[in-house]
């Protein structure tokens, strides 16, 4: 390999390392070779590598392990830009996968705190909560929870479809118009990670909505819990003049 010696050597290392990722040399979960073995297949030394894995950590390119090793990221085998509201239906069949749904629990319930905040409920009212995992060809892939204002919704709602945001325009008449997103990461939960067949160390995704009708009232409240191996979003950032 020919190098440009005005770029840090750590760069052409991580350019190297991620060539033999696009080419198939070093797969999706691949466990990389010690150090020192590593460092010497790169010709380099062991600090310059150490510089180029913890770059490509942060980047999420690989992933390590404590106690047994680093190994190549899993590409996550769902995608999407963030700044598209859509609902988690037409997330899976975008894929070319079978979206279906295992409902763990749907009623009537008191708020929390935090959700009387975010949907601006009165001191009396009440929420419809819906709670189930969205598979894709029968596999988990998000546990799902979903909190509607019961004035919204009506004490007698059943929710009976895939899509959420399809059930409030067909069955209520609701048109979902924009919605407000938050992404962040959390460590293992019991419930859900096991729901989602997560490893202990694997990270969770959280993507949290508060969907507005055309009114600009806030009728949604959501949480979709992804495994951050399998999912990741994108956003498209313009420059203002």
Do not use: W
């Not at 070093?26 to 073995?37: A, H, M, N, Q, V």
């Not at 009623?107 to 949907?119: F, I, K, Y």
């Not at 909190?147 to 007698?156: L, R």
């Not at 992404?183 to 729901?195: A, N, P, R, V």
């Amino acid at each position: 390999m020919t190098y440009d010696y005005q770029t840090p050597r750590y760069i052409h290392v991580m350019e190297e390392i991620k060539a033999k990722i696009s080419e198939g040399e070093l797969e999706p979960g691949i466990r990389l070779p010690s150090e020192l073995e590593f460092a010497k297949q790169l010709n380099v030394s062991r600090n310059t590598l150490r510089e180029a894995l913890r770059i490509l950590e942060e980047e999420h390119i690989i992933i390590r392990k404590h106690g047994i090793g680093t190994f190549i990221n899993k590409k996550p085998v769902f995608s999407g830009g963030i700044e598209e509201l859509f609902s988690i239906t037409d997330f899976i069949k975008r894929e070319g996968k079978e979206p279906g749904t295992n409902l763990l629990f749907q009623g009537v319930v008191d708020p929390r705190v935090e959700d009387a905040d975010e949907l601006k409920l009165n001191a009396t009212d009440r929420i419809y909560l819906v709670k189930r995992v969205r598979t894709a060809n029968d596999e988990p892939l998000v546990y799902c929870i979903d909190k509607v204002p019961v004035s919204i919704i009506g004490e007698d709602y059943q929710f009976n479809e895939e899509s959420m945001l399809d059930s409030f325009q067909t069955e209520k008449g609701i048109t979902i118009s924009y919605a407000k997103a938050d992404i962040k990461t959390i460590g293992f939960h019991e419930e859900i990670s096991e729901t989602l067949a997560a490893e202990p160390d694997e990270p969770l995704l959280v993507l949290k909505q508060i969907h507005y009708d055309t009114k600009d009232q806030p009728v949604l409240y959501s949480l979709n819990f992804f495994r951050a191996n399998q999912v990741s979003f994108s956003v498209i950032r313009k420059r203002i003049l």
